[in-house]
């Protein structure tokens, strides 16, 4: 979508090691967002952030840390990756909470 | 969580009306529904949103009953680029960390076709 970018766009990655994800936004939104989508689960929400240095975690937390030093950067990370991490990850990007998401291409993520 | 109930798959003729149903029978009286929509392999695309009134947009109408326990939406003249999955999701505010944020759960979602 115009504004939000996600890289990479496909990655393979082996077991136990460090994986960063990036989303950048043009849009100067306020609120951004990663969700994981698998089958079976819909999507879920890993972490959020609600301004720079500001973040929080989602329902699927864990294994996951993110970064916002910047507006338009949010930084999705994979300490040691393992195959359950196997997903699509989406970003999204939001001016206030209540408005609705615009959310990226995705990045598809595969553990082997 | 108030969970929502869409039928898994409905079909349509390209150039009428698809009209898309949901029950979220435990809503809450300050819940929104939303709904959005997944064309293959891409990001879920915002529809609209409502809380009591019905809404209308350039992409689609949102129906919502009086008790709120039910909601539609109408893409007023289908075409063959609608056919996707269409999600319909009551957003929930959670606080976390002395903030709040919108939590969106996307369920199953109801898969519409639209034909020739």
């Known amino acids: 979508d115009a504004g939000i970018t996600q890289s990479p766009r496909h990655k393979v990655t082996e077991t136990g090691t460090p994986v960063t994800l990036r989303c950048h936004q043009t849009e100067n939104h306020r609120y951004m967002y990663w969700y994981r989508q698998d089958p079976g689960h819909g999507l879920r929400l890993i972490h959020y952030s609600y301004g720079v240095k500001d973040t929080d975690k989602g329902e699927v937390s864990d294994g996951y840390s993110v970064s916002r030093s910047k507006t338009e950067d949010f930084l999705l990370t994979l300490e040691s990756a393992t195959s359950s991490q196997t997903s699509v990850y989406f970003c999204?990007?939001?001016?206030?909470?209540?408005?609705?998401?615009?959310f990226g291409s995705g990045t598809r993520l595969t553990v082997v | 969580d108030a969970k929502t109930t869409q039928p898994p798959s409905m079909d349509c003729a390209e150039g009428r009306a698809a009209n898309l149903p949901c029950n979220h029978s435990?809503?809450?009286?300050?819940?929104?529904v939303y709904w959005y929509r997944q064309i293959h392999s891409q990001g879920p695309q915002y529809i609209i949103h409502g809380l009591k009134n019905n809404e209308t947009n350039e992409m689609a109408s949102l129906i919502i009953t009086e008790d709120r326990k039910s909601s539609t939406l109408i893409l007023p003249h289908a075409t063959l680029r609608d056919t996707a999955v269409y999600y319909c999701?009551?957003?929930?505010?959670?606080?976390?960390?002395?903030?709040?944020?919108?939590?969106?759960?996307f369920g199953q979602g109801t898969i519409l076709t639209v034909h020739p």
């Open positions: 435990t809503i809450s009286g300050n819940e929104y």
């Open positions: 999701i009551v957003r929930v505010d959670r606080n976390a960390g002395g903030t709040s944020y919108g939590k969106l759960t």
């Open positions: 999204a990007i939001s001016v206030r909470q209540a408005d609705g998401y615009t």
